[in-house]
C-alpha cells in the first residue's frame, strides 16, 4: 500500500496521519463514485464479494493473508445486477445483509514491554453494515447531472455518543439518525482517539454506511511465552467485539446480525485487502514481522457477555505474529560467556598447591557472570518456568563453582602426598570444555533458524 508521506512517533504527527488517511480513503471513494455517475449510476465498479457468500463469524474461523491477493475462499460476484437495479427500491432484510463488517490497519507498533505485557500500537477500525431500517432519509430518482450535484453536497454524519450519529444540515440541525454498532477493545489498558470518529453513507440503494476511527493504545498481552529467549516468537493480539445491545430483540441481536470481515465491496479498493493490513512503513523495535503473512483474523467464542454456551456470542482477534532480532545476544553476550568459561578452564594449569589464587581468579569471573545475569534478568518476565537464556547462564556459573571445587580437592590431595593432581585438573577441564563447547553449539543451532527466518523477512522489507 503506497503511502505519499512517512509517519514518525503517534503523538508527533497524528494530526498529519489522520488527515492523509482520511484523504486516502475520500479520494479512492470518489474515483468510485465518478465512474458510477459516468455510467448513470453510483454503484462500485469492481466485483464485490458476495453477500450470500460473506465470510462472518459462522463460516470463517480462520482467516489469513498470503503476499497482496485476496485469499481463495473468498468468492466475488459481478457487481452489474446491481448497477441495473432501481436506486429507489430498498432492498429486502436478510441473513446475508445484516452483519457488522470488521477492516482493521495497523500504522504503528512502539517498543514490546516484555516484562509488562504491553504494545503501544496505533490502529485504525473501520466498520460497514447495511442501515436498512435505521436511515430515514427522503429518496428521489434524479438523472445523471441531478445525481453529480447531489453526491457533492450530500450532507455529513456526524457521531453523538458511540452509537448513533445524525446528519448535520447547514444550519447544524440534526435532521437524520442512524444507529452505530458500539465498538469495544476488550484488551486494551489505556487507549485515546486519534481525531473524530467519521460516519459516512456509501451506497444509497443499499444503505452502506461506514463508521471509522483511529485509536492509540496500549494492549495487554496475557498469553506471552519467553521459553525460547533470545530466540523467542510471539503473536500481538487485538481482540475487538460488540457487547451492548445484542441480546434477543435488541438493536444489535446476535443471532441477527452476525460479525464477519470487510469486503472488497465494502472497500471500495481503498485499500488493497479490504479486511485489513500492516502498513509498509511499520517497523518494531527490537522485533520483526513477515510482511507476506501480514495480519491474520479469526473469529473466537466470546468468554463474556451475553449468550449461552450455545447461543454464545463472538469476537474478532486479529493477531501479528513477530519474531525478536536476536543478534545483541549472539553476537555480544554469548561470544563472551564462551570466553569468560574458557579462560576459567585455563586457569586448572596452575600448580595443585596456589588454591587461593585459582579460587580467586575463578570467583572473579564468577562475579562477572553474575552482573550479566542480573542484566538479562532484567529484560525479562517473572516466569515460573525457567528461560533458555537463564539455563544457559546458570550452568555457566555451575561449571565456574566446580573448577573452584575442583582446585580445593586437588589442593587437599597435593596435601596427603598424591602426585596425580595433573591428571585430576585434566580431566575436570575436559569436562568443563566439553559442556562449554556443547552449549554453544546448541545454541548456534538454534540461532541459525531463527536468524534465518529473520533475514528472510529483512529482504522482504528492503
Known sequence: MAIPMQFGK?????????????????????????????????????????????????????????????????????????????????????????????????????????????????????????????????????????????????????????????????????????????????????????????????????????????????????????????????????????????????????????????????????????????????SIPEFSYNKNDGLSFAFEPLDHGPGGNIDRDTCLEVKLKVLRDSSYYDRNIMPLLGLLNFVAISITALEAQNFFERALLTLNITFVEIGMRMTADSKLPSASYQIKMQRILNEYFYGLLVLVLESLFVYELHNYGFRGTGVVDAIAALAVFSHNAYTLFTYYSDAATAQKKFFQIKQEKV
Open 10 to 282: 503517534p503523538s508527533e504527527r497524528s494530526g498529519t496521519m489522520e488527515h492523509c488517511q482520511t484523504m486516502i480513503m475520500d479520494r479512492n471513494l470518489s474515483q468510485h463514485r465518478n465512474r458510477g455517475i459516468n455510467s448513470g449510476t453510483v454503484t462500485p465498479s469492481m466485483g464485490g464479494i458476495s453477500r450470500n457468500a460473506s465470510y462472518s463469524s459462522d463460516t470463517a474461523p480462520l482467516l489469513q493473508r498470503s503476499g497482496s491477493s485476496i485469499p481463495s475462499i473468498l468468492e466475488y460476484e459481478s457487481t452489474n445486477n446491481r448497477s441495473s437495479q432501481n436506486p429507489t427500491e430498498r432492498p429486502t432484510i436478510t441473513e446475508a445483509t445484516n452483519t457488522i463488517r470488521f477492516q482493521v490497519i495497523v500504522w504503528y507498533v512502539g517498543k514490546i514491554d516484555m516484562v509488562e505485557g504491553r504494545v503501544p500500537i496505533t490502529f485504525r477500525v473501520t466498520i460497514y453494515w447495511n442501515a436498512l431500517d435505521e436511515v430515514d432519509e427522503e429518496e428521489q430518482v434524479h438523472d445523471d447531472e441531478t445525481s453529480a450535484s447531489t453526491l457533492s453536497r450530500r450532507p455529513a454524519w456526524q457521531m453523538h455518543g458511540r452509537q448513533k450519529a445524525f446528519v448535520k444540515e447547514l444550519k447544524d440541525v440534526p435532521s437524520q439518525t442512524v444507529e452505530v454498532p458500539p465498538v469495544s477493545i476488550l484488551n486494551v489498558v489505556t487507549f485515546d482517539t486519534i481525531g473524530s470518529p467519521e460516519v459516512s453513507l456509501l451506497q444509497e440503494d443499499t444503505r452502506l454506511m461506514r463508521w471509522t476511527c483511529m485509536y492509540r493504545a496500549t494492549l495487554i498481552q496475557e498469553h506471552w511465552r519467553v521459553d525460547d529467549f533470545p530466540h523467542d516468537e510471539h503473536e500481538i493480539s487485538l481482540r475487538m467485539a460488540v457487547l451492548a445491545h445484542r441480546q434477543p430483540g435488541s438493536q444489535w441481536d446476535r443471532r441477527i446480525w452476525k460479525l464477519s470481515l470487510a469486503t472488497a465491496d465494502d472497500s471500495q479498493g481503498s485499500v488493497r485487502v479490504p479486511y485489513g493490513l500492516v502498513v509498509d512503513q511499520v
